[in-house]
């Protein structure tokens, strides 16, 4: 069974109402982690079944008072679509700016279907002083680029680099903002797991691949978890580990973790855990 609602992240939303003095229920949800104050947190406004007619202006002065990098505005596409499915494992299609984007509960887990996306290798010249200002010191094994989800430039650093050492690494944030190129979204570094290097959960189960990401000129340094990432990264380890199931975690400050799975239909699979932290209302 497919329920479809709409995101929205910054338009007009289409059927609206005058606005008024309506409270709706807001979340704060913590993504990719199964413990509070951590992962990926976002804000989640449900408008219900009429949604007031807010303009981009309301919009942003909402996200502005959650200070939140993420807001996500909901509402249904009909009346009779239900924000809470009955079947634990049915789909929910969500319509947004950027199109239909998939969702899928999986017992404690909730997996997003997104497109794959397949970088290409890099003469890392054309790059060395972002790449510098990225990762320092740290001598560098491969560089990629990834044109297709709007441009990130795939970093890997040697596996010898431990876990502790590539935590703790520090971008040089003005310099890469005086390096950047106009066809650069993000910057992905990436780091093979091993037992060796360190690169393990808390009960000692090796990750697959560890990484970070980082975007300074959209306001925010670097991201705690992103999913549009490690849909570049399972193209990519995938040929490296030969297996097309990974256990992966985004060593941020926050730290998040990934079950990822390249399905081999062009489409990923990127799962994890979810925590909400906050419940209330906001007068809309």
């Known amino acids: 069974m497919e329920c479809p609602v709409v995101v929205h992240e910054g338009q007009k939303l289409n059927k609206m109402a005058a606005i008024g003095q309506k409270w709706v229920p807001l979340y704060q949800v913590d993504a990719f982690t199964d413990q509070p104050f951590g992962g990926n947190a976002a804000a989640v406004c449900l408008l219900g079944d009429e949604p007031q007619e807010l303009t981009d202006d309301h919009l942003q002065k909402i996200a502005a008072e959650m200070n939140q990098s993420e807001t996500a505005f909901i509402c249904k596409l009909s009346p009779q679509d239900d924000f809470i499915s009955k079947n634990p494992s049915s789909q929910l299609t969500f319509q947004t700016l950027s199109g239909d984007l998939f969702a899928r509960r999986e017992g404690d887990f909730i997996s997003l279907d997104l497109p ?137 400050q926050r730290g998040g973790v990934l079950r990822v799975r390249l399905r081999g239909d062009g489409r990923v699979d990127v799962k994890g855990q979810a925590v909400v932290v906050t419940t209330g209302k906001i007068r809309i």
């Not at 010249?125 to 989800?149: H, M």
């Not at 066809?183 to 808390?202: A, Y």
């Not at 691949?209 to 990432?229: C, I, K, M, Q, Y």
């Open 116 to 252: 794959e996306n397949k970088s290409q290798p890099q003469d890392g010249g054309k790059y060395k002083d972002l790449i510098k200002a990225t990762i320092g010191s740290f001598p560098v094994q491969e560089v990629r680029f990834c044109s297709s989800v709007g441009g990130d430039l795939l970093i890997r650093i040697p596996d010898s680099i431990t876990r502790e050492q590539f935590e703790k690494m520090t971008p040089d944030i003005q310099g890469m903002m005086a390096a950047h190129q106009e066809e650069i979204r993000g910057v992905i570094v990436t780091l093979k797991g091993s037992l060796e290097n360190g690169c393990v959960d808390d009960e000692g189960v090796q990750y697959d691949f560890v990484s970070r990401f980082f975007d300074p000129w959209s306001g925010l340094p670097e991201d705690p978890v992103t999913g549009s990432a490690h849909t570049v990264l399972a193209s990519y380890w995938a040929k490296e580990l030969g297996k097309t199931e990974f256990y992966a975690r985004q060593c941020s």
